[in-house]
């Protein structure tokens, strides 16, 4: 198994800023991928964090909305860019190794007011 | 991404009874399926997982079963208890590749 941690664990941000998200796993992992998750609703993918590469982004996100950066194979980060109210939401990464389970951090949650 | 549903999206048990939780899926081409128990304020946890070249397989009070015909998951969990009362997902997988969540059931354990 993979322990992951995320900081902050919370923030309050005003709109038009900007917030980046750290997620560290203990261990090695080949996958890594960050969510979102609206209150009271189910997660949905952001995008597919590679190592040393560009992430794959799903469709209705944007590199330049949510960039993210993944040097290794233990951390990875997520910026919330300009943000407006409407990205207020939690943010979970996750990790494992490639076809097997993926372990969640827990989360970032976000208010931009 | 790809679409996984679920039937109920509130399931209420007595404290000792069976549960049983479902999930529909979309996409016949994935492989790869997980039970996920999330509580507030918490990231989602791993229950169970099974893959496409079985259709049963049984944890620690938990069961998953697969129907691959009707594209189906069912998560069954024994002699429920107050701790299981949270909200479970299962998630999809194909070719190795990425998660896709469902919509999610919440499980309200009664005493």
């Known amino acids: 198994s993979a322990v992951i941690s995320q900081k902050p664990s919370r923030d309050i941000c005003q709109r038009g800023t900007s917030l980046t998200i750290q997620c560290q796993v203990d261990?090695?992992?080949?996958?890594m991928f960050w969510y979102r998750q609206q209150p009271g609703q189910s997660l949905t993918l952001i995008a597919t964090a590679n190592q040393g590469s560009e992430a794959t982004y799903e469709s209705g996100f944007v590199i330049d909305k949510f960039p993210i950066s993944r040097p290794n194979l233990t951390f990875s980060t997520l910026t919330v860019s300009n943000m407006s109210p409407e990205d207020s939401s939690i943010y979970l990464c996750?990790?494992?190794?490639?076809?097997?389970?993926?372990?969640f951090g827990p989360g970032t949650r976000l208010t931009v007011l | 991404g790809e679409s996984v549903g679920l039937h109920l999206p509130t399931l209420s048990v007595q404290e000792g009874d069976n549960s049983i939780i479902n999930c529909a899926y979309s996409?016949?081409?994935?492989?790869?399926f997980i039970w996920y128990k999330q509580e507030s304020g918490k990231g989602p946890q791993f229950i169970i997982d099974?893959?496409?070249?079985?259709d049963k397989r049984q944890g620690q009070r938990v069961t998953v079963l697969l129907n691959k015909t009707v594209k189906h998951l069912s998560l069954q969990i024994a002699a429920t208890q107050p701790g299981d009362s949270a909200v479970y997902f299962c998630?999809?997988?194909?070719?190795?590749?990425?998660?896709?969540f469902g919509s999610g059931t919440k499980l309200n354990v009664k005493p």
């Open positions: 996750s990790g494992g190794a490639r076809g097997n389970e993926q372990f």
């Open positions: 996409n016949s081409a994935s492989d790869y």
């Open positions: 998630a999809e997988n194909m070719n190795f590749n990425k998660f896709y």
């Open positions: 261990s090695q992992v080949t996958m």
């Open positions: 099974i893959r496409s070249n079985m």
